[in-house]
């Protein structure tokens, strides 16, 4: 299975830029996309196909890469914004989601 | 608005057997594959299956990790969804999602991609003795 790994977890301030990385263990092309998931909720999508912004999400959130390395960027980083972020692949079968980076603001 | 309810979670004994259900509204049911996908408390996300929609047969797919245990299926004139567990086991503990999929067209690349729009809020099944 294609592994997807996040680095555990993040601080920032309001009003600051963070990017949010996901390795893939092998190519999974555009095929990446990645959800909001908010203590006690379930996941909402963010970003589809790699970089394309869900209807509805705010344009502070954009992401980027291809092949294995992808990122999600929020810019700029609002209180609303504390959540766990997941990664998950389309690209090879099954599907698999990543570990997820918790997001905390200072 | 696009809805999904889970429902049917609860508490069963290893080796038992549990059915839950998912209520779609505010969409074309039909029109859509619908996946389950579980969530162990305080861990990622794992795809389990899914079922097609109308134009492609309605047929299934599962996760190699719970095939032959778990069955997914579809009441299209309710618009419900379903998962059929059985022999379960306590790794079975988590809350399990439904959720609506997408498709999104890659034009440099030629490829399609599934990708879950919307999730339900989630049922809890806990797997114990």
């Known amino acids: 299975d294609t592994v997807l790994t996040q680095s555990p977890a993040l601080a920032v301030s309001p009003g600051e830029r963070v990017t949010i990385s996901c390795r893939a263990s092998?190519?999974?092309?555009?095929?990446m996309h990645w959800y909001q998931q908010k203590p006690g909720q379930q996941p909402k999508l963010l970003i589809y196909?790699?970089?394309n912004l869900e209807s509805g999400v705010p344009a502070r959130f954009s992401g980027s890469g291809s092949g294995t390395d992808f990122t999600l960027t929020i810019d700029p980083v609002e209180a609303d914004d504390t959540a766990t972020y997941f990664c998950?692949?389309?690209?090879?079968?099954?599907?698999?989601f990543g570990a997820g980076t918790k997001l905390e603001l200072k | 608005e696009v809805k999904l309810l889970e429902s049917g979670g609860g508490l069963v004994q290893p080796g038992g057997s549990m059915r839950l259900s998912c209520a779609a509204s505010?969409?074309?049911?039909?029109?859509?594959?619908m996946y389950w996908i579980r969530q162990p408390a305080g861990k990622a996300p794992e795809w389990l299956g899914f079922i097609r929609n109308k134009a492609n047969g309605y047929t299934t797919e599962y996760n190699p990790s719970v095939k032959g245990r778990f069955t997914i299926s579809r009441d299209n004139t309710q618009n419900m969804l379903y998962l059929q567990m059985n022999t379960l086991r306590a790794e079975d503990t988590a809350t399990y999602y439904c959720a609506r999929s997408m498709n999104y067209y890659d034009g440099y690349y030629h490829v399609l991609y599934w990708y879950f729009d919307f999730w339900g809020p989630g049922t809890m099944v806990t797997v114990s003795s």
């Open positions: 196909g790699a970089s």
């Open positions: 092998e190519s999974v092309s555009t095929g």
């Open positions: 505010g969409f074309t049911f039909t029109d859509f594959y």
């Open positions: 998950q692949q389309s690209w090879n079968d099954p599907y698999t």
